[in-house]
T-cell receptor, first 116, second 110 residues
């Protein structure tokens, strides 16, 4: 248990569906992240939020829409996805934005998304 | 320049053997090099990390060796155990952002 909880753990959706992934952290952290993990590829940073404000969007298509209502919750809204978007979506948090010695990123267990 | 190249893609080691995973980078501005361990069905977890002013860091059976001039760093797992079977990711940080390697799937045979 890392203190970062993601739901649902598995999601199958059609290309015309709208669904959301939810992340909650119980660590008192100020920064939250969405990563995409595809088979045999490096983890890709998608979005970064610091104190509820989006600080980074790594050229993610608009069919992925993040929402951060407070420092403990992060959502990823999904709309008209493509089959190539099927992947493991990982939420993470850290005390402060970014990675430095002593500012560890803690990952959730991920949400497996399959787009059919 | 932001890439971190990791090898091998998969590794099979006998119990008690040494597992070695290598990573190489180009960007000399990277200032922090963590390794993450990911078990099936779990998210990655920080295993060990090193800063570029240190050539080696050891924590239990895990050692990072860092060669700044060659822009390479590696993870050594001594006395590898079946419980070490997982995917290992190297990473490098610049401007407070992590760049991950593509991962190495380690299998330790009993």
């Amino acid at each position: 248990e890392t203190g970062v909880t993601q739901t649902p753990r598995h999601l199958v959706m059609g290309m015309t569906n709208k669904k959301s992934l939810k992340c909650e952290q119980h660590l008192g952290h100020n920064a939250m992240y969405w990563y995409k993990q595809s088979a045999k590829k490096p983890l890709e940073l998608m979005f970064v939020y610091n104190f509820k404000e989006q600080t980074e969007n790594n050229s993610v298509p608009s069919r992925f829409s993040p929402e951060c209502p407070n420092s403990s919750h992060l959502f990823l809204h999904l709309h008209t996805l493509q089959p190539e978007d099927s992947a493991l979506y990982l939420c993470a948090s850290s005390r402060d934005r970014g990675v430095l010695s002593g500012n560890t990123i803690y990952f959730g267990e991920g949400s497996w998304l399959t787009v059919v | 320049q932001q890439q971190v190249k990791q090898s091998p893609q998969s590794l099979i080691v006998q119990k008690g053997g040494i597992s070695i995973i290598n990573c190489a980078y180009e960007n000399t501005a990277f200032d922090y090099f963590p390794w993450y361990q990911q078990f099936p069905g779990k998210g990655p977890a920080l295993l060990i990390a090193i800063r570029p002013d240190v050539s080696e860091k050891k924590e239990g059976r895990f050692t990072i060796s860092f060669n700044k001039s060659a822009k390479q760093f590696s993870l050594h797992i001594m006395d590898s155990q079946p419980g070490d079977s997982a995917t290992y990711f190297c990473a490098a940080s610049y401007a407070r952002q992590l760049t991950f390697g593509s991962g190495t799937q380690l299998t330790v045979l009993p």
